[in-house]
């Protein structure tokens, strides 16, 4: 993946609590024994526990139990490398590149542009400072827009950011129209030829019907200023909400077309099989995980270092 370096050190640090205890409870049960049918329920239970989602425990369950029934399976240490090898296999080769603007009909660079949403709490803020970030490091010039204009705090916070960052921000009155914001930032993005504008929008809770319509609204006007755009719509979710963040995933893409997500605070929870579940329940790929606090701490999902990273002594 082009846009960022992934470094499995860093990953591996970030899935600390992961590794340690849903990878060390697991090793815990099996290490050293024998299976058993009473063995592969406290398995499947361990999985369920660790967010790996019901579907998927399943039929990772039915697998080892059919290998353990045909004799090819027979020790817990057998079913540990079974387990990290067909988490190795689970998601498909699918695209989660960023997908950048292509030159406009008249051959001019047009803005990429990233519409970012999640609820409030959810890491949004600093996940937007980390992409914002990683494309500044790869020589884009970068814009922000402030389209949450319902909290001062949070215009402050991008303010905060994109002062540390060196880049502009785009911000609008408290209280005002947030896709008039989107406008002025569109607008301003292709005057100024800036390669690569971020949307910020109102940390909405997915059951507030009339912000996820606001949502909606910032799109369609992005849209009108700058044809194909918004080119991605990440989703911050917070790893440590667990299954909670499933309901929202299915909320936001039923307001937007949701193209990945960006899968925070991973460094903050031991569920780091969350990542599975989103698999299992959604037809979005994972783009970017948050491993730490930092704007340097946000990794590309790539399914075989991830596991790896779990899995890791």
Request: charged fraction near 25%; hydrophobic fraction near 45%; aromatic fraction near 6%.
């Amino acid at each position: 993946m082009g846009l960022f370096k992934s470094i499995f050190a860093k990953v591996k640090e970030g899935l600390a609590k992961t590794r340690q205890q849903f990878i060390g409870g697991l090793r815990t049960i099996l290490s050293g024994k024998q299976l058993s049918p009473e063995l592969l329920d406290q398995l499947h239970a361990r999985l369920i526990q660790a967010d790996v989602g019901v579907k998927a425990s399943d039929e990772l369950i039915k697998d080892l139990r059919a290998g353990w029934e045909r004799g090819e399976i027979t020790t817990g240490d057998q079913a540990l490398g079974f387990l990290k090898d067909q988490l190795g296999r689970y998601w498909p080769d699918e695209d989660r590149r960023v997908h950048f603007a292509p030159p406009g009909s008249d051959g001019k660079k047009t803005p990429t542009v990233i519409l970012v949403c999640g609820i409030n709490g959810a890491g949004k803020t600093t996940s937007i400072a980390k992409i914002a970030k990683s494309m500044r490091d790869e020589g884009r010039s970068v814009m922000l827009a402030a389209c949450d204009t319902f909290r001062a705090a949070a215009v402050e916070q991008l303010e905060i950011w994109s002062g540390r960052l060196g880049v502009e921000v785009i911000k609008g009155k408290q209280g005002g129209d947030p896709a008039a914001v989107a406008f002025d930032a569109a607008e301003a993005a292709l005057s100024r030829g800036i390669d690569v504008l971020i949307v910020d929008t109102a940390g909405r809770l997915h059951t507030q019907d009339h912000l996820m319509r606001q949502l909606t609204k910032i799109k369609s006007v992005i849209a009108k200023k700058i044809p194909g755009a918004p080119h991605e719509v990440i989703l911050v979710l917070d790893a440590t909400t667990g299954q909670n963040a499933l309901n929202q995933a299915k909320a936001f893409t039923e307001a937007t077309q949701v193209t990945g997500i960006f899968l925070a605070k991973l460094d903050g929870t031991a569920r780091g099989g969350i990542v599975v579940a989103i698999r299992e329940a959604l037809n979005i790929p994972v783009k970017f995980i948050g491993v730490g606090e930092t704007p340097d701490d946000v990794e590309p999902f790539e399914p075989a270092k991830f596991v790896e990273a779990m899995f890791a002594e």
